[in-house]
DNA sequence: CTTTAGCACTCGGGGATAGTGAGTGCTAAA
DNA sequence: TTTAGCACTCACTATCCCCGAGTGCTAAAG
């Protein structure tokens, strides 16, 4: 059933007058918030039908009306209109998004506090996309007699390295058969490939540098691991007490510790963001996560390249501005992306000052 | 002037009490707390002379007294006796310090969460204590004609890597020949002394590969700047909505965005922590920082090797378990000593399950 | 059938008031 | 110096009341 015209606009009014102030709104309110040549009592049936239908709520029975989950979502869906970014808010996004190309997952955790501060809510930034990463070499460099460096690097493009001591003199042809080996043997397996088997096989393959092939081969377990469990960055958890709704120590605290608590965050989301175009909106009850039951998440997704992909996003209460965060966000995932595409070019030779 | 030894046993009751309630304490409630043989209108006196003398404070004329920032120093100086910690808790930590040998900064990061779980405070942790870092040796790792991986290491044994794509074709003698180049210039240089001239007079040299020197070199530049920077981890903030004295929203989010604001604890901290002797408790208006006036500080410092220290410590409201914070973080601080020592000898090797 | 004016009603919030009780400080005697 | 006794202070809580914004309903008008 479709709602008429002058329905609408009252919702609309009512939902941004309540993200503006935060107080339900009542029907003289709304005459003044429209153009409609209609008495307040008017609003009024108007309003009881709209509360009838689930799209506001009443906190109680002599307050005005606060939009439901119901509402916002028709709002989001037909209502908001896109709104555009001033000169001045482009400009200070792109300003922050000058990052230091460093490694991948300091840009995310930069850019997930970069928006939190562009926001004022918390923020979430995380990689991920990939199933099954592979390694595509491995590199030993001799720095001692008794200490090396493993150098990996995967098919995704992402390269580590770890320092290894050892109690026992190392020659270099040691280390250049053992690199043939590791490159022979251990080259294009995911993580379930390299089994204990495996490794069984190819020490006995090693001889002398027999204990070694083990220690590198972890490392690269570890590397694939790290990989496909990429953690969840937060930021500005406490901007959740900037919000009238979360005057309430307690509930500001059990949001806060759902946000900052490692992997939760993770499981609520990777779903709805692999399916979806750029931006998407849960609101309320949306979530699946129960303790976002009463938070809206707006969240954006970026390219990293190398067959990767990133969601960046914000949490906060349903009575959230969702027209500008979505604006926001989508930015700064467009940004992102296009900081990913050209980031593996070396950058303009000019940068050397700073 | 000396504190006669009931006056002593008064203010270890009351702080004590205070520590544990967080209610003011009368003097009916210290006759209970202690063994002391004489009515309550002689404590009355005795509160009285200490709150003259500073040790104590009255929220108002009909409460009980509360310490004061001098009278828990004098408890942390003189009165408190060493917590030794529980099985249990040696026991949770032990397992909990069973880190995974990662990156340093992960670790580092690593440590803090837990700390700040196992004491119920907001906690950090840095890593710092060397002034000049300089690189020992650089390697290019081909991996296409056109990108390769810069591998650097520090002479504080860090290594770092970088994946360096171009638009131009690369021969394996040119990357040679460039190798050859960056350790015989650039090595052993400090971050200051990676001027431009120096720069320009090896890009004279290198030919052809002209401008990939100082793509190279500003990433050690980068590496090295990042040691000297260290970051400060923080973990935990919304803890300090777990105590009472941060009920109030105002006074819990300005501490809480002083605490998630990057360097603001790096300038507040690594001054006493040098000189420092294993741990040390900073009260209330001990603290450099404004932000942290009436708040107190605990912190260990750890060895990393390789000529680094590190710091790690909680912050909380000044009426804190000083004994209990103390004994966890001393103990922990000394796990991450030992857990560095050893930790670049190669794991055992039985540790392939897991 | 829709809109409007009018009006009684509801209910949260703020402010005043009073009572309570924990705890003090002081005085005077032991 | 200690103690008993006592008046006093002051935060805290409960209760009441009032105020006003906003509603829902009714009945008349369009």
Redesign the interface.
């Known amino acids: 059933m479709e709602l008429s015209e002058r329905k609408k606009k009252i919702l609309r009014a009512v939902v941004e007058s309540y993200i503006r102030t935060a107080e339900p709104v009542g029907s003289k309110a709304i005459l003044e918030l429209t153009e409609l040549k209609v008495s307040s009592a008017t609003i009024r049936n108007e309003l009881s039908d709209l509360t009838e239908m689930g799209y506001l709520e009443q906190p109680h029975t002599s307050a005005g009306r606060v939009p439901s989950p119901k509402g916002y979502r028709l709002y989001v869906n037909e209502l908001m209109e896109e709104q555009r970014l001033s000169l001045e808010e482009t400009r200070q996004i792109n300003e922050a998004l000058h990052l230091?190309m460093?490694e991948l997952d300091k840009v995310i955790d930069q850019a997930g506090r970069m928006v939190s501060q562009l926001t004022n809510y918390p923020a979430f930034a995380l990689a991920g996309g990939r199933q099954s990463t592979t390694i595509r070499?491995y590199?030993l460099?001799m720095?001692d007699t008794n200490s090396f460096?493993v150098?990996v690097?995967t098919d995704s493009?992402v390269?580590?390295?770890?320092?290894?001591?050892?109690?026992t003199d190392l020659s270099q042809p040691q280390l250049q058969m053992l690199t043939t080996l590791l490159n022979a043997s251990f080259v294009g397996k995911s993580l379930e490939e390299l089994t204990?088997e495996l490794?069984r096989v190819a020490e006995h393959a090693a001889g002398s540098a027999y204990?070694l092939i083990?220690?590198v081969v972890?490392f690269a377990m570890?590397v694939l691991d790290s990989l496909e469990h990429s953690p969840v960055y937060t930021?500005?958890?406490?901007h959740i007490?900037?919000h009238p709704e979360?005057?309430d120590?307690d509930k500001?605290?059990k949001l806060?510790?759902y946000l900052?608590e490692e992997q939760s965050l993770a499981n609520a989301l990777d779903l709805p963001a692999l399916n979806s175009d750029n931006t998407k909106i849960l609101i309320g009850p949306e979530n699946v996560a129960d303790e976002l039951k009463d938070t809206s998440v707006v969240l954006a997704s970026y390219d990293i390249g190398d067959g990767m992909k990133g969601v960046i996003g914000v949490v906060g209460p349903t009575r959230m501005d969702y027209a500008k965060v979505a604006a926001k966000l989508s930015y700064v995932a467009d940004g992102l992306s296009k900081l990913f595409g050209q980031g593996?070019?070396?950058?303009a030779?000019d940068?050397?000052e700073e």
Chains 1, 2 share one sequence.
Not at 235 to 238: D, L, N, P, R, V
Request: net charge positive; charged share 25%.
């Open positions: 230091k460093q070499r590199d460099i720095v460096i150098v690097m493009n390269v580590k390295n770890k320092l290894i001591r050892l109690p204990p490794m204990g083990s220690l972890s570890e930021a500005g958890a406490s007490l900037d979360y005057r120590v500001a605290q806060m510790s900052t593996e070019l070396p950058p030779l940068e050397k």
